[in-house]
C-alpha cells in the first residue's frame, strides 16, 4: 500500500486518550542517509520512510511537560523532564507513516523504568540541561544508565524566523501521527495527535554526539535540516496491533 499523504494535523482520530504530555523547546536535528542504512533497525512489518529517495536519521533535544493518563492532570515532577531521542522514519503495510525510536534519553530515572518496562521502548536514564539564552537554546545530555555510559550529546542552536509555509521536508520530518514498535516478534502502531506545529528555523551554534553512533545510526557533518519549535499538547490513543 502507498504511503498515506504528508498532512498537518493526524489524518485519523485517536480514539480515547491514553495519556496526554507537552513538547516543548524542542530542537530537529536530521541528516539524509541511504534508506539501507536504517532498514535493519526497523521492525517487522515495516520499511524506511523516503523523500526524494533518502530516508533521515533524528536527533530531536527537547522538554517534555506534564505527562498525565487517562485524561488526569498531567505530573508536575515526575511527568517533566529533558528528553533526547534519536528517530528513523518509518511507514508499515497499511500506509500509516511514523517513527522508530532508537533511543531515548531523560533525566527522570522512575520515567525511564517504567518507560522500559510497561512501554518496551528504549529509554536511557542521563544527567541532561536545557538552557535558553536570548534565542541560543543549548542542549546537553551524558548517559548514566545502561551502557554504553557517557554517551553524550551537546546541541546549540539558533532560533530563527517563523515558518510561514512549511517545505515539503519540513512536513515530512515533523508530522508524524504515530510510532511504530516490535513486541513479540509483531509490530504495534502507537497513534497521537497534536495541534499543527509551530515552526522556527533554525541554526547550528555547537554540535558533539555520539547518541546516534551508540544507537547504531551515526550520522556525519553537518545536519542537512534544522528546525525549532516552541512546542505542541500531544495526546496518545491505544496501541493498534
Known amino acids: 500500500m502507498h504511503p498515506e499523504p504528508v498532512t498537518p494535523t493526524a489524518p485519523r482520530p485517536i480514539g480515547a486518550t491514553v495519556f496526554t504530555q507537552g513538547w516543548a ?89 517504567a518507560a522500559r518496562w510497561v512501554a518496551r521502548l528504549p529509554y536511557t536514564f542521563a544527567r541532561m540541561r536545557v538552557r535558553r539564552d536570548g534565542d541560543v537554546v543549548t542542549y546537553t545530555s551524558r548517559r548514566r544508565w545502561p551502557a554504553p555510559r557517557g554517551a553524550h550529546s551537546r546541541i546549540a542552536v539558533q532560533v530563527g524566523e517563523r515558518i510561514a509555509d512549511p517545505a515539503p521536508l519540513d512536513r515530512f520530518l515533523t508530522s508524524r501521527w504515530g510510532l511504530h514498535r516490535g513486541f513479540l516478534g509483531r509490530t504495534a502502531y502507537w497513534p497521537n495527535e497534536h495541534p499543527e506545529w509551530p515552526l522556527h528555523r533554525a541554526s547550528v551554534v555547537e554540535l558533539s554526539e555520539d547518541l546516534t553512533a551508540a544507537a547504531g545510526v551515526p550520522v556525519a557533518g553537518e545536519p542537512n535540516s534544522v528546525l525549532w519549535s516552541p512546542g505542541v499538547p500531544v495526546r496518545f490513543g491505544p496501541w493498534v496491533r
Open 25 to 113: 523547546d524542542l530542537a530537529f536535528l536530521h541528516w539524509a542517509v541511504d534508506p539501507a542504512l536504517v532498514a535493519p533497525h526497523l521492525p517487522p512489518g515495516t520499511r524506511p520512510d523516503t523523500l526524494d529517495g533518502a530516508t533521515y536519521v533524528g536527533l530531536i533535544p527537547f522538554r517534555m511537560r506534564r505527562i498525565g493518563f487517562f485524561g488526569l492532570p498531567g505530573l508536575p515532577y515526575l511527568g517533566s523532564f529533558a528528553e533526547t531521542n534519536v528517530r528513523l522514519y518509518s511507514v508499515d503495510e497499511q500506509g500509516r507513516r511514523g517513527v522508530v525510536f532508537s533511543s531515548l534519553e531523560a533525566d527522570r530515572l522512575l520515567p525511564v523504568l
